[in-house]
């Protein structure tokens, strides 16, 4: 599966984004999809996940609460809904598909990956 995600951009603390990653390939709904971003100078950290049907979503600590994941898979397609942006947040995000069962979070477990969208929160 080939993902290709989009919707960064530069929005002040505060404020919300909402990132699309777009799946192309008939087998999307076989895949569970996760959130990673990667911040300047440091490691990629996983964000948010979702099941193959939508029915399980997992989240980092640090965005929970703020952050909502979904996916739509008659349009291969998975969000990340993301409000109360803080500077921090700031970072590229990617979007990657896993055909695991274990509701993993290690960039290691996750086989396709998109070319990532940059989110800039200012202060």
């Known amino acids: 599966v080939q993902l290709q995600a989009s919707g960064g951009g530069l929005v002040q603390a505060g404020g919300s984004l909402r990132l699309s990653c777009a799946a192309s390939?008939?087998?999307?709904?076989?895949?569970?999809v996760g959130w990673f971003r990667q911040a300047p100078g440091k490691e990629r950290d996983f964000v948010a996940g979702?099941?193959?049907?939508?029915?399980?979503?997992y989240y980092a600590d640090s965005v929970k609460g703020r952050f909502t994941i979904s996916r739509d898979n008659a349009k291969n397609t998975v969000y990340l809904q993301m409000n109360t942006l803080k500077p921090e947040d700031t970072a590229v995000y990617y979007c990657?598909?896993?055909?695991?069962?274990?509701?993993?979070?290690?960039?290691?477990?996750?086989?396709?990956w998109g070319q990532g969208t940059l989110v800039t929160v200012s202060s």
């Open positions: 979702i099941t193959r049907g939508g029915g399980k979503t």
């Open positions: 990657a598909a896993s055909a695991g069962f274990k509701l993993e979070r290690e960039p290691a477990d996750f086989s396709s």
């Open positions: 390939g008939r087998t999307f709904s076989s895949y569970a």
